[in-house]
């Protein structure tokens, strides 16, 4: 447990989370709807600091991150909670924490988990599986001593940072994939439990601070699937944070309180890319797929197949020193 970073005393005993983009009001004895911080006696409280409930080592293209260290490993990290209540959370047993339940978790030091990282021959270091945003203490910690170490930051996020911590870690966070779960108000208020317009004005946020951002959206058949609200999805990624922004359209699987829906169909992925490439974003992707070809990475200015990928792991690469090797053009990424 430690003290957290971000809120300010309200009087009565209450304190205001201002963490995250819901601004939580707490009263002494309870929690934010994250369910890991608490209000003790007038100070808040991180209950998960160091309290890791997973970490392994994954490949970057897990995450999903496309033009970050292509075919590096990430050493992954997650805290148990999350902010959403996403009705169809594939992570739902580490991130759904139950009201005033006990924090799991094998305690480690931001040093050692750097110091893993290290060890097993990892380029970056991922704060994922959950909402890294509310162990931000935690991961803003590991991520100072990991960027002296010359390893890459990424968060794997819904998004709902509010600026002031992000801008605090903006010198040590070098890239986001970031979940915009569809483009209407009604399904982030009935299925994600948050509002849209907070979230999109906190992805314009991550691009001002320099950030670099791979968006998904996971593809869910009737609810956010439809060619109007891709092409809107589509237009806010090319006006907003620029056509070399890489997309990746993945397909649903039923899982937690979502199992009454199907599977993506292909056909519909295929389509989502079509729009994408249409509104003119150069990097768009098929997720959850693996051997359709829509994983791979090809020049956007003469089509060269650059990237080959099945899965997670990349079969070839042609790219050098981040540009095409027929016809020059830049690759936009890390590391590239």
Known sequence: MKEAMFYQQEGGGAVRCSLCRFRCLITD?????????????????????????AQQVDPIEKKPLFHVLPGSKSYSIATMGCNFRCHHCQNYTISQVAKNSAIQGIHRSPQEVVNQALASHCRSIAYTYTEPTIFFEFAYDTARLAANAGLTNIFVTNGYISKEPLALIAPYLHAANIDLKGFSEQLYRDVIHAELSQLLDSIVEYRNQGIWI???????????????????????????????????????????????RPPTPLASLRRGVEIGLAAGLRYVYEG???????????????????????????????????????????????GM
């Open 29 to 53: 004895g309870n929690r934010g709807i994250c369910n890991v911080r608490e209000n003790r006696g007038g100070a808040l409280y991180s209950l998960v600091y160091g309290a890791l409930c």
């Open 288 to 334: 959850n797929v693996p051997g359709e070809g829509g994983e791979n990475t090809h020049c956007p200015s003469c089509a060269t197949l650059l990237i080959q990928r099945y899965g997670y792991a990349i079969v070839m690469n042609k790219i050098r020193n981040g540009a095409c090797p027929a016809c020059g053009a830049e690759i936009a990424g890390i």
């Open 214 to 260: 791979e968006i998904t959206t996971l593809l869910i058949p009737g609810l956010n699937d439809s060619p109007e609200e891709l092409r809107e999805i589509a237009a806010f990624i090319a006006t907003h944070l620029g056509v070399d922004t890489p997309w990746h359209l993945s397909q649903f699987h039923p899982t937690y309180l979502m199992l009454d």
